[in-house]
């Protein structure tokens, strides 16, 4: 076992106290026994299409690393600095080499100018901008930004109309909710860090989940899933499916047994930092 998976291991019984979590967020209705419903692979693009870069900007080229290796989907964390948006997982100085619009916007735009859409195959893509903060300055800000960008899905009231690339927001709570509340007209929508198995249906404005995998599957670090763990992934895509929503994970281990369990499960994104790694075990999957 590698020292990192070790340290992994520890923190995770660390935090339960040795002695077992506490109770999980339910995932099923009562009686509720979920049907197994594995990915299909996408007509065009394959498996690849669940694709998820986490923390993209992290990569020697930010999203062009992402992109030679057929991900259809990026996330860059983000920061209002002097009134400017910065890419960084660190509140840090502005630079406008991390701005939001150079490293993600700019190029993406003038790749679906190029090709239709990004990847010149009419397949949607998916930027999640992870609001470090919140704040009425970084809302108003993000808003005008985003309106300068044709590609972008675009939603009017309960309408939504899909353009290449659709930008979701998650991180900040109250961030990404006071951006959807306080305009009707934009260009983005919101996930949610929590889930329920009584939901409500999907709406215009949130469309999505990004959940801890370690609050609702794994707490171990080792990625592996037992067969109550496995039941309750299925019920989370499941109804999540059933109320309109894609789901994703984050802090799961970067490992091929745990992109497997998510793609027999119809997980719609694998994240990964080993970009390599996912893009080899998508071209292998069945």
């Known amino acids: ?25 339910e995932a099923c209705r009562e009686g509720q026994v979920a049907t197994l419903a594995a990915a299909p692979r996408h007509p065009v693009a394959g498996h690849h299409v669940r694709a998820h870069a986490h923390n993209d900007y992290e990569h020697e080229r930010p999203l062009l690393d992402a992109l030679d290796h057929r991900f259809y989907s990026v996330e860059a964390d983000l920061y209002l600095n002097d009134g400017k948006l910065t890419v960084s997982h660190l509140n840090l100085p502005w630079d406008a080499r991390r701005s939001l619009e150079q490293l993600y916007l700019e190029p993406l735009q003038a790749r679906v100018d190029e090709r239709g859409s990004v990847h010149g195959d009419g397949v949607p ?28 899905t675009r939603i009017d009231g309960d309408e939504v109309h899909p353009g290449p690339v659709t930008v979701v927001l998650t991180g900040d709570a109250g961030g990404k909710q006071d951006f959807v509340s306080r305009y009707p007209q934009r260009r983005a929508v919101r996930d949610s860090n929590d889930y329920s198995p009584e939901d409500p249906p999907a709406d215009s404005a949130w469309g999505y989940y990004a959940l801890n995998w370690g609050d609702y599957l794994d707490s171990s670090g080792t990625g592996q899933l037992d067969a109550a763990q496995r039941a309750r992934l299925a019920c989370i895509v499941e109804n999540a499916h059933a109320r309109g929503r894609k789901v994703r994970f984050f802090g799961a281990p970067n490992h091929p047994d745990v992109w497997r369990v998510a793609l027999e499960h119809g997980v719609d994104f694998l994240g990964a930092d080993d970009l390599q790694g996912l893009d080899s075990f998508l071209e292998g999957a069945p």
């Open 1 to 25: 076992m590698s020292v990192r998976k070790l340290v992994t291991v520890f923190l995770g019984l660390a935090m339960c106290g040795g002695l077992g979590c506490a109770a999980r967020p």
């Open 125 to 152: 893509f998916t930027l999640w901008v992870d609001l470090k903060q919140g704040g009425r300055e970084l809302v108003d800000t993000l808003h005008a930004v985003l309106e300068k960008y044709p590609m972008l």
